[in-house]
């Protein structure tokens, strides 16, 4: 999995929809890293498939909450059977994950070109 920020919009690139199989037992994690440069952020993303309550079946949450973009560590995002079926099916997903705009997209397949 890659997962990349552009400062306000993630993409997670999954290597091929069977990755995304492994969030049904266990957690899949990747470095975050920006779009632009390919250099890390020095958070972590962690994906997993659990119930949730946000939008479109992919819910967001920052750790440390409440700190500033600075101190967030992890980037921990669940998504609901949904969600993943979408995935899986179409070969993407996403939603506007704070009500600012702001997207996270989830794509099946890797990117031509996207971090070298």
Not at 43 to 69: A, C, M, Q, T, V
Request: hydrophobic share 35%.
């Amino acid at each position: 999995m890659q997962a990349v920020f552009d400062g306000q919009d993630y993409l997670i690139v999954l290597n091929g929809r069977e990755e995304l199989k492994k969030s049904q037992d266990r957690k899949i994690v990747a470095d975050l890293k920006e779009i632009w440069t390919g250099r890390s952020l020095d958070k972590k993303f962690i994906l997993r498939l659990e119930e949730n309550k946000g939008s479109d079946g992919i819910e967001l949450r920052y750790w440390p909450r409440y700190h500033g973009w600075d101190k967030i560590k992890v980037i921990r995002v669940k998504i609901n059977q949904w969600a993943c079926n979408h995935i899986q099916e179409i070969g993407r997903c996403g939603t506007r994950y704070d009500g600012l705009g702001n997207k996270i997209e989830f794509r099946a397949e890797e990117i031509p070109g996207l971090l070298g």
